[in-house]
């Protein structure tokens, strides 16, 4: 809509309220407390947000994600070296939030293909179950029975066993 009107064009009607016409001389109290409070309490915190506002547009800062280094993993640090071993253990903590977000959207595409395809879910939805599974069966083998207190010494101690039945196995 443009902002200059043809105000010949779209006449407004007139206005059918009568002008109040003072009959005193006093003051309205109530313009002085709105005059008081805009000078008071107004003006100031105006003032300090339009400040943060043109500081903040002018030092933008982007939200992103956080980004971790790649520590050692728990089979690569020394003996004794407990910040090593701490840090490895919130690696593995961050490593097994990825993988449960990684299996939890797959689960949601096939859900969706699912949802989609209706009846003829098993034939135009093979390759995302098939996926779903190989997700799964990869996290269950790396997470599974570890429980809720796993940490990444029990899950390195799987791994290792785990190792160890299938050069049996293959032998």
């Not at 443009?2 to 002008?19: F, G, N």
């Not at 990825?98 to 939805?125: L, M, S, W, Y």
């Amino acid at each position: 809509m443009p902002e200059d009107h043809d105000w010949e064009a779209y006449k407004v009607p007139p206005t059918r309220t009568p002008v109040s016409e003072r009959t005193t001389s006093v003051p309205n109290p109530v313009n002085f407390f709105q005059s008081a409070f805009s000078y008071v309490f107004d003006a100031p915190v105006t003032f300090v947000r339009d400040w943060i506002e043109r500081w903040q547009t002018k030092n933008k800062f982007y939200y992103y994600h956080q980004k971790f280094r790649r520590v050692p993993d728990l089979s690569q640090c020394l003996d004794g070296d407990y910040l090593c071993y701490y840090e490895a253990e919130a690696q593995w903590r961050r490593d097994r939030m990825v993988d449960q977000e990684i299996v939890e959207i797959v689960r949601e595409r096939t859900a969706a293909c699912k949802q989609r395809e209706g009846p003829n879910q098993f034939q135009n939805c093979a390759k995302e179950m098939e996926l779903l599974a190989q997700v799964t069966k990869a996290y269950q083998d790396r997470y599974g029975d570890l429980g809720y207190h796993g940490n990444a010494r029990t899950c390195l101690m799987k791994q290792k066993h785990r190792m160890m039945e299938e050069r049996k196995a293959a032998q």
